[in-house]
């Protein structure tokens, strides 16, 4: 009792707003072709979905609220829908059809009677019934309506179904309606027919090209044509006939089968793990979420988690284009003809979710914009595929040739790295020496006489300049020390080296530093934390001395076995002829290697350069 009492509150907002409160209006009928009985139709939600045809019918005042779209909230109970159809003196033609062109309803019933006296003659149709069930096999419920002139003709719906509920409901001249169904389904035909043919196609090829993206793109193909045939009622109708629980579940199990296909070759054809590869976990987790509905949907059936369906898919539908996107930013050549390719299947995912939630209506467009959109998407993909098999064999020519050329480079470039690194050293030993014998050494020698002249005399302006100069020369030793090697990296770690450089770098020069750290970076080897030290200081000098830059940024964060280490500066940044003839760089580049790493030069757009330092840690100390 509750329950029912829950259920009618749940529906009042629904019956306030569905329109003026007026009785079933009668249909008109002449001698036009067809009829929409949308403005004709008043309702009443039966919350127990016990009432029958004999106890409403004497109760006109219940059904007092019209339709404003062609859809209905999805619920418990049974819809009764109420019309009454005249004929003209006019009309000539006496068969007529009432057609409902929906076929996911679960239950759908039709009562009719002309005389008052008589008793209701039913008609039958729904996919939890028997395709035999149904008077007239179509596809779509389809329902007899002979009609005589002089008399009225009282109709009475009742629909019950646990997915959405959508109403667009049409009188039809039987010939007319024929012909308007043939059209239809050559439409269909042309839509399969490419379907198909693209499904065979790219079958064929996969024992050849043991791509994995064409078996995805296959299942993804034959999934959502079993969807567009169970949506057409050509599962119902040829497949499941005497099977109502199949029926019943066959377009919504296709749907999860068709997105977890999509997603899946969505992160082969974008090389998501590659380029995107947050993204690309997050597409492993859609997936699988996928196949655990399609196993749910399959115990259960569509009705418990139907509301699901919809959701997910607007979220695959919004999320498949940014791996693309950053592959094709990537130029990787594929990612091109699937973003074409999605732009024409975009607009049908969104019709149907939105006539899967009752925000639209019914209409030819509604119900062939995605499989017309997805045929021509499927042409596009299959093209992506192509451009995949030659991007795949270019590259993997352009690899063998670079290693032959790397191979043959590396010796000559180890020697010239070799040489130029002990002119490196020999250079920095002397400007060391150097730094001592003119800095230090005249600053002792200083020392040595002033004390010999504090021997002999109490000069007080004497002893402050030895206190002074002892300072300096504690200092100029500590900076040649840390030149030499950064004992901070021992004592602290490398974050706290880091900021020092930045803290040095704010002091001496007219440059704002600024440091980013994130991660678990204490738990990095000495030998990790001695080389990103070096790159960083290497960086920041070059960014002093060459790029006349007011700002540099550095930034290093470690998510996982993950190490990122960035040095951006606002400066002129780098010719290309510079990049390759800097030893800075090169010792740089030689750092990275040695770490297994992969060192990245980016201009910024702004003006500047940005050295992207990425590394891989196995093991931590």
Same mark, same amino acid.
């Given at each position: ?283 492993n987790a859609i997936f699988i979420f ?16 139907f509301f699901m369906l919809p959701l ?139 004390? &010999?002249? $504090? #021997? +002999?005399? @109490?000069?007080?302006?004497? %002893? ?6 002892? =300072?300096? /020369? ?97 400066? &002129?940044? $780098? #010719? +290309?002829? @510079?990049?390759?003839?800097? %030893? ?6 030689? =750092?990275? /290697? ?28």
């Amino acid at each position: 009792m509750i329950k029912n009492l829950l259920i009618t509150l749940h529906f009042l907002a629904l019956l306030v707003g569905s329109g003026s409160c007026i009785a079933a209006a009668e249909v008109m009928v002449s001698n036009q072709e067809r009829v929409s009985l949308l403005p004709h139709i008043s309702w009443y939600y039966d919350a127990t979905a016990r009432a029958t045809i004999d106890q409403l019918s004497p109760r006109p005042t219940l059904f007092q609220h019209t339709l404003d779209n062609a859809s209905l909230a999805r619920a418990k109970g049974a819809y009764w829908l109420h019309f009454r159809v005249t004929p003209t003196d006019t009309a000539t033609t006496k068969q007529w059809l009432i057609e409902l062109a929906y076929t996911q309803l679960d239950l759908v019933d039709l009562y009719l009677r002309s005389d008052p006296s008589a008793p209701w003659q039913r008609q039958q149709a729904g996919d939890l019934r028997p395709a035999s069930s149904q008077a007239l096999v179509y596809p779509q419920p389809v329902f007899q309506l002979p009609l005589n002139k002089g008399e009225v003709t009282e109709v009475f719906l009742r629909i019950e179904s646990s997915t959405s509920i959508s109403l667009p409901l049409v009188l039809w001249q039987q010939r007319a309606f024929e012909a308007h169904h043939l059209q239809t389904l050559l439409i269909d035909g042309i839509v399969y027919g490419v379907l198909i043919g693209l499904l065979l196609y790219n079958l064929f090829l996969y024992p050849t090209v043991r791509d994995n993206a064409y078996l995805w793109f296959s299942l993804y193909l034959a999934s959502f044509l079993f969807f567009q045939l169970s949506m057409a009622g050509l599962t119902r109708l040829y497949l499941f006939s005497n099977w109502p629980a199949m029926a019943d579940r066959s377009a919504t199990l296709a749907m999860w089968l068709c997105i977890a296909a999509g997603i899946r070759f969505t992160q082969y054809i974008a090389l998501s793990e590659q380029y995107t590869p947050r993204l690309n976990r997050l597409f492993n987790a859609i997936f699988i979420f996928s196949l655990l509905m399609f196993v749910a949907v399959a115990s259960l059936g569509p009705g418990p988690l139907f509301f699901m369906l919809p959701l997910v898919g607007v979220v695959v539908a919004l999320l498949i284009p940014l791996p693309l996107f950053a592959a094709w930013q990537a130029h990787y050549p594929p990612a091109k003809f699937t973003l074409l390719a999605f732009l024409p299947i975009f607009p049908g995912v969104i019709f149907l979710v939105a006539r899967s939630y009752g925000l639209v209506e019914s209409s030819f467009w509604s119900e062939h914009l995605l499989p017309v959109g997805t045929a021509g998407g499927a042409v596009l993909l299959s093209f992506a595929l192509a451009d995949r098999i030659s991007f795949l064999r270019n590259e993997k020519i352009a690899a063998q040739t670079k290693l032959i050329e790397t191979t043959q480079a590396a010796e000559a470039a180890k020697k010239s790295f070799s040489a130029q690194l002990i002119n490196a050293q020999d250079s920095e030993r002397k400007r060391i020496a150097a730094e001592l014998h003119d800095g230090v050494g005249q600053n002792l020698s200083f020392l040595a006489s002033s004390i &010999t002249r $504090l #021997t +002999n005399s @109490s000069d007080n302006m004497a %002893l402050q300049q030895i206190k002074q100069v002892s =300072r300096d /020369t504690v200092n100029e030793v500590r900076n040649l020390s840390h030149t030499l090697h950064p004992h901070i990296l021992d004592q602290l770690g490398l974050a706290s080296a880091i900021e020092s450089i930045a803290e040095q770098i704010n002091d001496q020069h007219p440059i704002k530093c600024k440091v980013l750290l994130s991660g678990a970076l204490t738990t990095l080897d000495e030998k990790v934390e001695l080389h990103l030290y070096r790159i960083v200081q290497e960086a920041a000098r070059n960014a002093i001395k060459h790029s006349r830059a007011t700002e540099i940024i550095i930034s290093l964060q470690r998510e996982r076995e993950l190490v990122t280490l960035s040095i951006t500066d606002n400066g &002129t940044g $780098l #010719t +290309n002829a @510079s990049l390759d003839r800097g %030893l800075g760089l090169e010792s740089m580049r030689h =750092r990275a /290697t040695l770490l297994s790493g992969h060192l990245m030069l980016k201009s910024v757009e702004s003006g500047g350069l940005n050295i992207v330092i990425t590394l891989t840690i196995e093991e931590s100390r």
